[in-house]
């Protein structure tokens, strides 16, 4: 319990999913909570996004917690928004003291490399590696002015390994570990710490509305519970990976738990990619 108190903590994605799991879970540590979203779907990816009903969801049970809560609706592809967004963080709270750049889409995928068209690639770059980018770009200068900070990026197993069909997927995702050092260098004698958190299949969780195991079986044109099976068998340890064990590990990058940890990618993936 409040291992996050006095941090305000912004998570990008929290309508749904892994991010909705993180911004509770940084709530019941006592951090003061922004949570932000897209609200709209985005051209060419294939499936929907959330709605602001989810955003007001995932509002309304981090207040339960008791924290306090600001809730911004912002498409990370656009820094305009960005920037906005981050003023009125600045406004309300004065500080960021913990970024998790969560929100991610995975698909366009589904077909081999050569077959995907470029607006396709562009867009799981642009919303997967840029958008972590533009968002760093807005929070670092605030966490070197604070001389601390943590920005964690939620990136995949797909950052580590190559996946079949899923090109766009694997190569965002490999740029993210690559931000994700880089900028641990860039900001370390800022106290600012940059790590990345690889988690592997992660099951949908009706608790916070996930749903992209759904997009990985929709995207291969095969049924939920043949993906499920597929990932249950891959994974060492027996039992996937739920949204809740991300948003553990999520808690302690973001706490001073982990104060000498920067530039790692930490798999939380019940030994998806041990061999
Ligand atoms: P999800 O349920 O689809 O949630 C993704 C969130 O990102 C949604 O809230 C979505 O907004 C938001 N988002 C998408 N595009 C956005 C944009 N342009 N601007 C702002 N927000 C945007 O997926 P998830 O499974 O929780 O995934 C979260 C992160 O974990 C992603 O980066 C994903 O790649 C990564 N990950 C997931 C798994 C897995 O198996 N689930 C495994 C490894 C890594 P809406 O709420 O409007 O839809």
Redesign the pocket.
């Known amino acids: 319990m409040n291992r996050l108190k006095n941090k305000v903590v912004l998570i ?9 799991a993180c911004a509770l879970a940084a709530a019941k540590e006592g951090a003061d909570i922004v949570i ?5 779907n ?1 051209e060419d990816v294939p499936y929907d ?3 602001s009903l ?2 007001e969801k995932t509002e309304t049970d981090c207040r339960n917690f008791g924290a306090s809560v600001l809730k911004i609706f ?4 656009k820094i305009e928004e960005i920037s906005a967004m981050i003023q009125e963080v600045m406004d309300r709270f004065g500080r960021i003291d913990v970024l998790i750049n ?5 698909a366009p995928a589904g077909k081999a490399t050569h077959e995907h068209t470029e607006k396709e690639w562009k867009v799981l770059i642009n ?2 590696l840029s ?1 972590p980018w533009r968002m760093i770009k807005m929070v670092a200068p605030i966490m070197i002015n604070q001389n601390c900070g943590s920005i964690i990026n ?5 950052g580590l390994l190559g996946y079949k069909h899923f090109v766009g ?1 694997v190569a965002s ?1 490999h740029g993210v570990i690559g931000l994700t050092k880089s900028a641990a260098l860039d900001y370390a004698l800022n106290n600012v710490r940059v790590n990345a958190i ?5 099951f949908d969780d009706e608790d916070v ?5 759904k ?2 079986a929709d995207s291969l044109g095969i049924q939920l519970g043949e993906q499920e099976e597929i990932d249950l068998q891959s994974v060492a340890m027996g039992t996937v990976v739920s ?1 809740n064990d ?1 948003a553990d590990a999520a808690v302690w990058l973001g706490s001073d738990e982990s104060l000498r940890v920067t530039g790692s990618s930490i798999t939380v993936d019940a030994g998806y990619s041990i061999k």
């Open positions: 990008t994605g929290a309508g749904r999913g892994i991010g909705r932000s979203d897209v609200e709209k985005i996004l959330s709605s989810q955003l912002a498409d990370v592809t969560n929100a991610g889409i995975g919303v997967n958008g939620i990136a995949s197993t797909a997927y995702k690889c988690p592997g299949p992660v509305d996930g749903s992209m195991t997009v990985v949204p991300v």
